[in-house]
């Protein structure tokens, strides 16, 4: 299974980005998806979050402005960005839960992250 991540890049402030995020593989469900993101020092923490049946969660720091959604069909994420801020600076990493097949436990994987720059 591998998870790739697209669309990062720099924007000036008040701008946008929309990321995406593909699942491959050998892939039986997908439970929840989510991105992540972590700023040169600090830790990796969750920006938002999606269940198979739809159920989203932000980070404050964001509820307002990111929006996160999924097509199960084709196990792909994405996350709309708007009104992007300095402090959104940080490589963005996508991350699932997959069963990869029917009777086995479900693992996390993660995506190459995706760097996202806000600056003018």
């Known amino acids: 299974v591998q998870l790739q991540a697209f669309g990062g890049g720099l924007v000036q402030p008040g701008r946008f980005l929309r990321l995406s995020c593909a699942a491959s593989?050998?892939?039986?469900?997908?439970?929840?998806m989510g991105w992540y993101r972590q700023a040169p020092g600090k830790q990796r923490d969750l920006v938002a979050s999606?269940?198979?049946?739809?159920?989203?969660d932000y980070a404050d720091s964001v509820e307002g402005r990111f929006t996160i959604s999924r097509i199960n069909a084709n196990n792909t994420m994405y996350l709309q960005m708007n009104t992007l801020k300095p402090e959104d600076t940080a490589l963005h990493y996508c991350?699932?839960?997959?069963?990869?097949?029917?009777?086995?436990?479900?693992?996390?994987?993660w995506g190459q992250g995706t760097q996202v720059t806000v600056s003018s």
């Open positions: 999606v269940t198979s049946g739809g159920s989203k």
């Open positions: 593989g050998t892939i039986a469900r997908i439970n929840r």
């Open positions: 991350n699932a839960e997959i069963r990869t097949r029917w009777g086995r436990s479900p693992s996390d994987y």
